[in-house]
């Protein structure tokens, strides 16, 4: 792949695995300087030494999502190094234990809306001025098909991706007079994940899609460009 994307600065969360990953991998392949954030400090670094052996570029930002000024502190750290940021992709999130609406797990559906919702808000509140700074800001979001069509015993998790997809659909029109950030949404399908097989555990992996599917398309979505509201499915 041409480097496309030299001098872009990416942000990728969710970095340390799957599609978050992947998509890390394939930016950095397009010449984009990579911010890898995620909790596992050893998982990021493992893709990291994966970019910079490939001859790409990257630095690590070990975050929480669910700490209250986790994502503050992270734009205040990237601020004070870069002066814009070209492309967000939101991957992180979390999937709660399938269940009935009945019985959806305290606990479990308020880390879902922390991770998938609250976070989300938080990235957009904090880098805006950053992807505004930028030539082209772009921002991508991973969302699911359970936000769009409800789904038995995904309640839990499909309700904080429609929540998901309204904020994200919300910023792109409220942004797109006033500036060159655009937003897209997309939805990656049925990808092999560990998410995909705590979902699915008796589907055989080998039947779906790898993440670097997902996140090279990511990367022709960026370097082609596309229309703000842009939304998507992978097959």
């Known amino acids: 792949m041409t480097k496309s994307l030299e001098n872009k600065l990416a942000l990728v969360t969710g970095a340390s695995k799957g599609i978050g990953a992947a998509t890390a991998l394939a930016l950095a392949e397009a010449g984009a300087h990579v911010v890898l954030t995620g ?57 709660p234990t399938l269940t009935p609406v009945t019985q959806i797990d305290g606990k479990q559906f308020s880390q879902a809306v922390t991770t998938n919702l609250l976070a989300t808000q938080a990235l957009l509140a904090n880098f805006d001025p950053l992807l505004k700074r930028a030539e082209a800001g772009r921002v991508i979001g991973l969302t699911s098909s359970v936000g769009k069509d409800p789904r038995a015993y995904w309640s839990a998790y499909g309700a904080t991706k429609a929540a998901f997809d309204n904020l994200l659909d919300s910023y792109a029109q409220e942004v797109e007079k006033i500036g060159n950030v655009r937003v897209a949404v997309l939805d990656p399908g049925a990808t092999r994940t560990a998410m995909r097989a705590k979902a699915y555990p008796g589907e055989d992996p080998k039947t779906v899609k790898g993440p670097e599917v997902v996140g090279n398309r990511i990367v022709e979505l960026v370097v082609n460009d596309y229309p703000t509201r842009h939304r998507e499915r992978v097959e």
């Open 39 to 95: 909790r596992d400090v050893r998982a990021l670094e493992a893709v990291e030494d994966r970019i910079h052996d490939a001859g790409g570029a990257s630095t690590i930002a070990p975050v929480d999502l669910g700490e209250s000024d986790g994502i503050a502190r992270l734009a205040s750290a990237i601020a004070s190094r870069w002066d814009k940021l070209d492309i967000l992709v939101i991957s992180a999130a979390y999937l």
